[in-house]
């Protein structure tokens, strides 16, 4: 059978981290970059002083790029979304024997469209902690280059069934790991070690993830990249949610976990 190809617009709802493997990064000892010149590229949260926050990053985890760069320069860097990341976020919940059948391109994205995000983290929603339930930023002193939210790009893939069958699957894998996300999310809420303005945080986070979800069910949502956190990695059982440390990325000024993306097939290519 002759591979299909197929044209898809990508949309990210929330910002997209996605950074090698390796975790390159640009070190501000090692004079790969100045603070004084990565302002401009620092994504406002609507909850921090700007200029304070970047007046604390030393190290900064670049997005994926092409080639290897000596110095953070974005202007004249290549950045993309590898296509292998694309083809594992559509399979993650597919049998085994679709792997071969589908192929993803990789996709350019322009430098504009990147902002250095400073990690917020939601922490201590494991009942096997006494900590207070509470959300601070995680690394303050670590800047990570991500694509920002209501960004949208073309890419192109090749299979040889419809490529319905999936995006039907991957949607349904989304929504059941959104699903246990909300669910925790609604058991810590009426939590006692949690105060009254971090409670309004996960409301509104449990809030927007409903929101995701009931829109997932006529579009197709996946989950991709990285800095979600481990509540997000997978599909559990009950008991091993409940013990599981469920700590989660927190996407300002959104509330959502990062890296939630809409793709949208717009035609098949002759």
């Known amino acids: 059978m002759s591979l299909k190809r197929y044209e898809y617009r990508l949309k990210t709802l929330s910002k997209l981290a996605m950074s090698p493997r390796d975790h390159q990064g640009f070190y501000l000892a090692a004079g790969d970059f100045k603070r004084e010149n990565i302002l401009k590229r620092m994504s406002p949260d609507g909850e921090t002083d700007k200029n304070a926050e970047e007046n604390k990053v030393n190290i900064i985890y670049p997005f994926y790029q092409y080639g290897g760069y000596s110095a953070y320069n ?38 504009k469209d990147l902002q250095l995000t400073q990690l917020n983290k939601l922490q201590n929603l494991s009942k096997e902690t006494n900590e207070s339930i509470i959300l601070q ?70 809030n927007n993830i409903q929101s995701i979800i009931d829109d997932s069910r006529e579009a197709c949502t996946l989950l991709l990249g990285g800095y979600k956190g481990l509540a997000l990695s997978g599909v559990f059982k009950n008991a091993e949610f409940d013990k599981l440390d469920t700590a989660v990325y927190v996407d300002l000024p959104s509330y959502l976990p990062h890296g939630i993306v809409q793709i949208e097939v717009c035609r098949e290519v002759d």
């Open 137 to 206: 930023p995680f690394f303050p002193n670590v800047a990570v280059e991500m694509l920002a939210a209501g960004c949208e790009y073309i890419g192109e893939l090749f299979c040889e069934e419809e490529i319905h069958i999936y995006l039907q699957a991957a949607r349904r894998g989304t929504i059941l790991k959104l699903s246990q996300l909300r669910d925790k999310l609604s058991v810590v809420s009426k939590e006692i070690r949690i105060d009254d303005e971090t409670r309004r945080y996960v409301n509104q986070l449990k």
């Open 74 to 111: 974005p202007d004249s860097t290549q950045y993309y979304i590898p296509g292998s990341s694309l083809k594992g976020a559509m399979l993650s919940h597919c049998t085994g024997q679709f792997a071969s059948r589908l192929l993803v391109d990789d996709i350019q994205v322009k430098s």
